[in-house]
């Protein structure tokens, strides 16, 4: 398996094609974007941003780095890749755009698996964004097998119908968005929270459970079902920190009382479900 540079990166001030060179992202009008020294691209303009530093916290970014190196979301990165290699012949580049990547763990994961899969008979274009900036920060630090850019799933900087695979796991999906950038045959690939995930720490941290919604989510416009498999499995987290670490990269953390987050720290194991759906969908064909 090799590595293609992405390449269909777009301006987000005019939605030109940007071009990579002399230490930078430019577009024809002239907008250009510096390659920080780390190795990412900011492409999320002042005015699309709702706050000053939006996204996951440095903390946050750091104890889900933690936590998932760890391996206890391992099974859901390998579903993933499954289901992005599926039917991707080989010889050929699969772009893949990792819409909410975090510190970038599932697509090192991904590029992993296709090595495996494929013998080196297969090419990766990979794209990681986020909004958080820590979160990109600490992805291009860690790997250079991707392009890694700061940016918002509601203006994706990317140009239209230039992507394979879109990924959207635990994250914020903007369908239209999504629907404008992926290929004909292109497909989106989904991973929600089912509803018994986390279910144990859930009910230390709150005093009741919200029922849950109802598991046959509405297709969204612009999409056809392809299908979907749940991911159900156990897990035991030994010991304080990784307890801490879980709770601290969800956004549970804010939303439980002082008294819950007090109950969740006192713990010393905690054995708890992991349930998530995978759904693969593909954008309809535009007349």
Partial sequence: M????????????????????????RCPAGHS?????????HLLP?????????????EMVAARRRFLEAGHYQPIAEAVSRAVLAEAPAGDTLSCLDAGCGEGYYLRE???ACEEA????????LLGMDISKWAILAAAKQWKGAIWAVGTNAHLPVQANSLDRVLCLFGFPVYPEFARVLKPGGEL????????????????????????????????????RLGSETLRE????????????LLAMTPHLHRASAEGRARAASLTSLRLTVDVRLTRWKPEDVA
């Fill in 189 to 224: 690939l989904l991973v929600d929270a089912g509803p018994d995930h986390l279910r144990e720490l859930r009910e230390i941290i709150y005093p009741t459970l919200k029922p849950p919604r109802d598991g046959d989510a509405a297709v969204p416009e612009g999409f056809t």
């Fill in 2 to 25: 090799s590595h293609t540079p992405f390449q269909a990166l777009a301006c987000p001030l005019d939605g030109d094609p940007l071009q990579r060179r002399d230490g930078a992202w």
């Fill in 33 to 41: 974007f510096d390659i920080a020294r780390q190795g990412y691209v």
């Fill in 46 to 58: 002042v005015q699309n941003k709702r706050s000053r530093d939006p996204g996951d916290s440095k």
């Fill in 234 to 245: 156990s897990i035991e987290l030994s010991g304080p920190e990784p307890i801490a670490d």
């Fill in 118 to 125: 494929a013998g080196g008979d297969r090419s990766l274009a």
């Fill in 110 to 112: 991904l590029a992993r």
